[in-house]
Every structure is written in structure tokens, then in C-alpha cells.
């Protein structure tokens, strides 16, 4: 039994077909990633795991908890993070401040009135969060504005806000898009050294290069649908794979 | 940025408490030492520093606190009439009573957000500046505005057998008349311990959460934090500053009406802090006695006092002068509160703070360069730090 059960979702939008019996394991302690050309429904299917979306129909089972019909709050607390294609931080706020806030939510809960006590002297959450930035290399820049940071830093920073929470489930959309070769290796190391925590992780990417270095399953998404999954080199072979990529045409 | 140290914020307490305390002091010399406004910075004051923890952190943009202002003076009002005298409270029951009032409504407006939860505050307030003129006239006493009366009950104080006098007796603070200096200690005192505790919330992680709501909500929740309890709690504790604020206003001069509750008292509120500096400690504060310093001062002067002043020049440029400026003072002043808030937020959209820190940086600045010439080495090592 995976951690992650997704059964037989649909979702529609108008007449257009967005999801179409989309069926996922995901098991524990390891890396998935999900392939697919444009439009696939690859994002579709990851705002309905995070509580974005909520599906016509179909189940979706975190450990054993269904994770449609309650808050994204709630399945954050439930021990699920996500990264998104674009950083969603808080870009007024300094980095360390970014990191603290993540940090309190898992140790406190969804709400907590912490009205007294100064946030800078909780040396315990002011640890954890110094610990995260260093990991991710950006400790020198803690006091800077989020805001200010280039579009790999702040990928990073995303990483880090979503790691201090040791997530059971980590959703990663396109941890790579737009990013240097050198960035994206650096990146591919980070999650090499996350994998090592054991954090199962959802991986949407379109580089295969990320894909082939880090999953260790694959499932392939055309049209809204899974059409085929494996390890990454069975999954190079497959010619549905390739004709959903290349519209039937043979190298 | 500066960042906030404990030692350092201990440091803006005690200016802060000195400054409060000694403002009879040094307002003398611009003529605005007198208890009455004085009593209006402290309890303008208060107001501003509640909204901002609203406005400031949150950036939910409230148009109606006035609401709470109201309702804040009515109970104050009512506790004179129906208990005691004394100030405690008529201050005690007037925050109560608007945090009740600010959990409703801030309960039905913070389902929305931005400018629909601007018009929905709006809404209320109107509401119950409306409800104030006319169904409500059995507890607001409609146009006339609640008074006190010979007749009153005040059943506290004849309980403990406080004497009979002749009039109405005045607001006290155990014996102490609420008027004049000792009225104004009191507010300023209230407005110290008001700006503690909103020194408090700032730095605390409930603050820090207030900010990340204004930041990126979005983030927020897929963080795992829950927005709506974050963002009722500063709105009722804004509410509360409101109440105290209103029931101030009843302590120094015990009548309430509904056109405290009109919208413009709302709008004023959000022009002391965007002009002071929204989401910084003292901003709102400044904004504040900015803002009741030159009403007070423009418009007292009149044609006459105009006249005075060009009195120098001959006759037809000063009757041209006199008619030009008699526009701006007067009646008028808020037209020249209108170009002070443009030109504000055209140049210093931080607000006063931001023009205070404009000038440190300079000026720091400045001496750094001059530093730099003698040590150029030390400070070429300390700029990239910053």
C-alpha cells in the first residue's frame, strides 16, 4: 500500500476534459516524478492533491485519509508540502522570516494566539530555521527581502520553507523550470540530499535530465489520463510514450 | 532596515514614555499645549495604533472603524448614567462592548478580502450610524446625543454613598477629575500602555503570522496556518483600541452622538496612518497629532488673523492673497489636509517614518563618506555587508 492512493479522479472544466480516470501509487520513501507534454493535466492533478482543485469525482488517500473536502491548511498539517512552478513566498518579508513562519506552523499548529513572546528570542525555532537556510545555502542572505531574490533562490528558499516542516509528502511543480544548468544540478543535489531523509516526493518536471537523475518511477500523463508508468528506462522505450510526446512520429 | 532588538525596542519605550509624558511641555512653543488637544493626540492616538495592527500588518483596509469609535462612547456614556462616575468602568465595559461588536462584524467581513472587505466594513458602519439616528433613539438619544442628567441612577455610586451635589457630577479616576491635564494623563497613559502592547504584538509570532497574511495569503495556507482566526484576532483587537479610544472621548467630555460613527470618521483614522507611516510602531501616532495639530491650527484662523499677516503688502495683492488662502484655512482646512496627504503619498508613500528615515540615511550616509576618506579600506569592507 502506497502512502499516496489516487483513484479514478475526473475533472472537468466546461466541455474540456482536464482529468480523465487519473489512477496513482505513490510509495513511501521514494521519488515519483510525472511526465507529460503541455496540457496533460499535470498541474490540474497536483492542485487537486494540494486542496486547489477539488475533483468532479474519484478519491484521493493520504495514509489512509482522504484528502478531498478539507483545507489546504489541513492537508499541510497532514504532513503535505508543495513547491510551485512559480515561488510562492513571502516576497516582503526577510528569508529568515520566511523560514520561521513554516517552522511555527509545524510546531503550533494552524492557529496559534502567540501574542506576548518576541519571535526573535524563540532560540528553538530561530535554530531550526538558521539550520534549514544553511542547508540550502542561504544563510549569508537571511536578513535580505524575499522579494529580492533571483527566480533560483527563491525556488530554493520555497525548498527550504517546505523542508523545515518535514513533510511526509513533498509536491515538487517543475522544481527546475527556468533554471540555469548550473542551478538546476545544484538543485538536483538538494533533492538528492532530501531523498536521503526519506521524504517521499512528487516530482512534475518537464526536463529529463531532472527525471532520470532523481525518480525512481515514472508515470507518463497525455490528455488527462496516465497512459503508461515504469522505471525511467522502461519508460524511455515505451512507444505510447513516444507518440504522445512526438504526435506518432519515430526517431 | 534596522532590526528590532530587545534592548533597542526598550530604548523606544522609554523615549516614547518621556515624549508622551512631556508633551506640555514641549508643545508649548506651537501653541498646542492646551489639555484639550492634548487629550485628542492621546486618544487619536490610541485609535491609530489599533487600526494599524489591522491595516498596517494585516492590510486589511477597514473603513469602518468609526463603528467601534461609537459604541465605545455610547457604553462609556451609559456606565456614567446607569453605575458610577469613575472612568474604570466606563472604560472596561466600552472595550468589552466593542470587541463584541468587532467580533460580528469582523466575522461576516473577513469572508472577503481587498476592496470587498473594505466596502463591507463601510457598510456596517453606516449601519449602525444610521441605526444610532433613528431605531436605536431609546439608547443613542437620536440628533440630541446621549447625555447625562441630574436623574441618572448612577446606582454604584449611591451605593457606596458618594455625596449629592448639586449638578451633575464630573468623570473622575478614584476622585480624580477627568478634565483638563489630569484628563490628558490619563488617555496618555492608556495610549503608553496601548503602544506596549502593540510593540508586543509586532514582534511577536502572532505579528509575524499578521504579516505573512498581507505578504502572501496564499503561501500561507499551503503552509498549514489558518488566515480567518489570524485575521478576526487583530480585527477585534483593533476593535477594542476603537472602543477605548470612543470611551476615552466620553471620559473627557461625557456626551455621545452618532455622527462620531459617520464614514469620515473612518476615513480619518486611515489618513493618520498612511500619513504617519502604515506598518511602522510610531507612524500612526505621528500621523495622528500631525493630523489634529493642523486641524486645530488652520481652522482657527479666520480672514481677519489673513489679514493680519499681509498686512505689508498693498492693498489689492493682499485682499487677492486673503481671498486665494481664506480657501485653505477656516472651514477649509481640509483642503489643506488634502494636499498634505497628497503630496505624502506622491513623495513619501512610507508616510513621516519614512521621510524620518530618508533624512538618517543621509545623513549617515554623509558621514560615511567623509569616514571613507580616512579609512577608505574600513568602509569599502562594510558596505557590502549591509
Redesign the interface.
Known sequence: MGILEVRDVNKRFGGLKALDKVELDVEEGSVHAIIGPNGAGKSTFLNCL?GLLVPDSGSVNFNGNSLLGI???EI??AGV??V?QTP??????TLL?NV???T???R???????????????SE?IGRAEHMLEDVGLIDKR?MHAGSLSRGDKRRLELA?CLV?NPKLLLLDEPTAGMSRADTNNTIDLLKRIGERGITKVIIEHDMHVVFSLADKVSVMAQGTVIAEGTPEGIKGDPRVQEAYLGGAHL | MITATPRKDLLLMGIFTFAVLTMPIWLAPIGASYPDLLQRFAIFGIFAIGFNILFGLTGYLSFGHAAFLGVGSYTAVWSFKLLSMSVVPAVIFGVITSGLFAVVIGYISLRRSGIYFSILTLAFAQMSYNLAYSVLTPITNGETGLQLSLNDPRALDSLVGVAETSGIPPTNFFGIEMSGYSGFYFCAILMIIGFYISMRIFRSPFGMMLRAVKSNSNRMSYTGLNMRPYTLTAFVISGMYAGLAGSLMAVTDPLAGAERMQWTASGEVVLMTILGGVGTLIGPVIGAGVIKYFENIFSAINENVLHGIFDFLPEVLQDGAVAVLSLFVGEGWHLTLGMLFMLIVIFLPGGIVEGFSRIYERIRNKNNSTNGKADAVGSAKVQPGE
Not at chain 1, 88 to 93: A, H, M, P, Q, T
Not at chain 1, 109 to 118: D, I, P, Q
Open positions: 494540494v483545507k489546504p491548511h499541510n498539517q508540502s508543495r510551485f510562492e513566498i513571502f516576497g516582503d518579508l522570516d520561521v513562519i513554516p511555527l506552523a509545524s503550533d499548529g494552524a492557529f496559534k494566539l502567540n501574542g506576548w513572546k518576541r519571535a526573535d528570542q524563540d525555532i536578513n520553507m516542516q
